[in-house]
């Protein structure tokens, strides 16, 4: 499962080489988190800087003009997954947004630095490295959150790492 790396912001003041440091623990944090369960084996094949012509806001409907060659430049196009990190995602039905997949399945995961806009950057790789790992549930085609129990991975704020049982056989 190849995963690329996206580097679309207007980086905050030491933000500069954040993702770079963080990507290879992050695929360490996921596949922890996969392996033991699945099949599924994650691959970091590249990690680009991104420049991009998308006027914004980057919102939950973004994805594919963002993870799309029409606007945005030096996308690597060929991994199953492309993780684009941005800079800010605007809240959705009031709700502030950390990250957020294209669909179910889908191609593109966005994912900010801060947990709110102008916040700290969130560099602990088991924070980002679960909250990628829940986004590639959906991208993989779980939809929704219907698993009540918390202790799930594709619960809507996951706080354990069980995986779901259709995603255990692929
Ligand atoms: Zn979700």
New binding site residues.
């Given amino acids: 499962m190849t995963l690329s790396f996206h580097y679309v912001k207007k980086a905050p003041p030491n933000a500069d080489g954040v993702v770079t440091a963080r990507a290879r623990s992050l695929v360490a944090e996921m596949n922890r988190i996969y392996n033991e369960q699945t099949k599924i084996r994650f691959i970091r094949a590249s990690q680009r800087v991104v420049t991009t012509i998308f006027a914004g806001p980057v919102t939950v409907g973004s994805h594919s003009v963002l993870g799309g060659s029409n606007l945005t430049q030096n996308l690597d196009t060929s991994t199953r997954l492309r993780i684009l990190f941005v800079e800010k995602i605007a809240p959705d039905q009031g709700r502030e947004i950390f990250a957020s997949s294209e669909g179910f399945p889908g191609r593109n995961i966005l994912c900010r630095d801060a947990l709110k806009p102008g916040g700290p950057i969130v560099d602990a790789k088991e924070t980002v490295g679960k909250v990628l790992a ?1 986004e590639c549930g ?1 991208s993989f085609g779980i939809k929704g ?1 219907l698993d009540p129990d918390e202790r799930h991975l594709m619960h ?1 704020k996951p706080k354990g790492e069980i995986i779901p049982r259709t995603l255990r056989g692929s």
């Fill in positions: 829940h959906h959150h809507a």
